[in-house]
Each structure stands twice: as C-alpha cells, then as structure tokens.
C-alpha cells in the first residue's frame, strides 16, 4: 500500500515538474525562458527612462520585498502552483476533442454550402491561417472576457483573478479552476473550427508562420511585454497605438479599482474590440498610481480563494 501511494505521488510530481519545465521551454506559455529576456529587457528601458527624467532608479515599487513578498503575490505562486496539477488531469484532456470540433466544423460546411476549393499558393494559405487564428483567438477571449464581467454568475469566479492587490507576471495564472476550464474550452473550438474551415476552404494540410510551434503574432506579441500586462510596471505606449493594441499600462488599468476603469479594456491584443464596445481607454487618460483589487476583498489562502465564489455575498 505504501509502496502504491509512494508510486501514485511520484507520477504526480512527475507531471508537475514536466508542465513547469514546458512553461520555461515553450513558446506557447507566458514564462518561456525568452520572454522572461525581452520582460527585463523592457522594465530596464522603463526604468532607464524614467531615472532620465527623475534621476532616481525607482525600481523597488515593482520588484521590491513589499511587491515579491506581499501576501498577495505569495498566493499567487500558491495558486499557479496547484492549478499545474489541477490542469494536468482536467483541463489537458479536452485537447483530444479537437479533432472531432474540427471535421464536425468541416462536414457541417460542406453540407451547407457545398463542395469549395480554392487554389492559392502556400504563402497566401499560411498568412490566411494565421491571421485568422489569431484574430478569432482575440475576439473570442474579449467575448469570454466581458461575459466574466458582466454576467453576476461568472464574475463570481473572474472575481479571483481581480482579488490580486499587487501585480506580478504570475498574477496571470490566479484563476478559479472553472474559468480556466472555461478558457481552455474556448481555445479548442478556435483551434477546431480555424482547423475545420481550413482544411474546408483550402484542402491541405494546415499549419501557421511560427516561431518554435508558436504563432508568430502570438510570439510578437508575448515578447513586447505581455508579461508586463501583470505587474506594477507602467508600460504605455503611444495613444494612437493604444487605439489598436493593448498596452501593458491599459491592462493594469482594466484592474484598477477606480470607478472610471471599472469593466474597460477587456482586450488582449487587438483594442478594436474595446473601441467597438465603447469600453476602451488609453494610458494617457490617468496616471500610473493605481489601486488593484477588488473592494472588501482580501484572499489569503488557497482554499479561501477556491471557495471565494460560493461564498454568500
């Protein structure tokens, strides 16, 4: 029996340090090794800047002991943590029904509309499908994310997410087990259904402009400070640009406790969403001292913060 339990904890450590290992060395993961380089790059020329203006390295209200050791921060490494192991055996199995989304997806298509092939040369097939991942990827995590916002039941979970009061690249992985079951959900049917309608409309075997199996805007993207998107630095960029692109800055907006940026800045990438819902708002519009969190909570465990959307309001 002891042997049995010794064996069953091995396997569990096991895929643990496999998925930890595969957040350091995949591109498709926030912590890959390379966009952890380009993040420090960045915060040095943020901070390079501002010493230029102020003449003082002020580095500490981002990476300081009152940042890296508050309460806040440490559960989130607690939640990241266990959420390897939650993902690993619930969350991991939907990739197998990719599969089946993406030749239903195809076989619907053909019924409706017929047979359809359109000739085009690999180049043409290869942006077509990437571009078109990564914008139905975008709008379908706006979508997912404005309805965590808005509909009372799910905010009851998204409500995690926002409980963090101080911002670090982990924060990203402080998510209630069902929302992150809810996300992965959505990923497979935009894999599945770009899939299902490239397979439909081109006929070849699909793949995408990738940087080591990672889509190349999805690539672009992460190293121009995605990272940064959680943390308590202030990475804007211009205001024209901000209209199209999520700036880290606009991010930390979307979880400042302030009452004019409550429920604006629901985008990802691409701001055209926000623009269209009237929810977007640029850096320029506020300062870089903001409140995170969510009134009258405060999260110190990693049962409180499970159980926190069960809890009578």
């Known amino acids: 029996m002891l042997i049995e339990v010794f064996n069953e904890l091995n396997n569990v450590l096991s ?37 230029k203006k102020t003449g003082v390295w002020n580095w500490r209200k981002s990476f300081g002991r009152e940042v890296l050791f508050h309460p806040s921060s440490i559960l989130d490494s607690k939640i990241w943590f266990i959420n390897l192991l939650i993902k690993a055996w619930i969350i991991t199995p939907l990739l197998f029904a990719v599969a089946p989304v993406a030749i239903a997806t195809h076989k619907t298509l053909t019924a409706v509309f017929g047979e359809i092939t359109i000739a085009a ?8 499908f990437t571009a078109f991942l990564f914008v139905l990827d975008d709008l379908t995590r706006f979508l997912l994310h404005a309805l ?17 009061e101080v911002m670090t690249p982990l924060t990203v992985y402080r998510t209630h087990p069902i929302e992150s079951f809810l996300y992965a959900s959505r990923l ?23 940087i080591a199996g990672a889509n190349v805007a999805v690539f672009i993207f992460n190293m121009l400070g995605a990272n940064l998107r959680h943390s308590q630095v202030w990475l804007c960029w211009n205001k024209r640009i901000e209209k199209w692109f999520i700036s880290p800055a606009q991010h ?10 409550i429920d604006k800045n629901f985008g ?27 009134k009258g909570t405060k999260l110190r465990s990693v049962m409180q913060a499970y159980l926190s959307p069960f809890d009578r309001d």
């Open 148 to 164: 965590m916002h808005k509909v009372p039941f799910l905010w009851r979970f998204h409500r995690l997410h926002h409980s963090a």
């Open 188 to 210: 497979l049917l935009v894999n599945a259904i770009t899939i299902g309608l490239g397979v439909y409309l081109f006929k070849s075997k699909l793949s995408f402009y990738d």
């Open 15 to 51: 895929l643990l340090w496999q998925d930890a290992n595969v957040h350091l060395l995949s591109p498709n993961k926030r912590l890959y090794w390379g966009y952890l380089v380009s993040t420090f790059v960045l915060v040095f020329l943020v901070y390079r800047t501002e010493y």
């Open 121 to 128: 040369p690999e180049w043409v097939v290869l942006t077509s």
């Open 268 to 294: 990802t990438a691409l701001a055209i969403w926000d623009r269209m819902a009237g929810t977007l708002i640029t850096s320029n519009t506020t300062t870089q001292d903001l409140t995170f969190g969510v």
């Open 252 to 261: 930390q907006i979307h979880h400042s406790q302030a009452t004019p940026h």
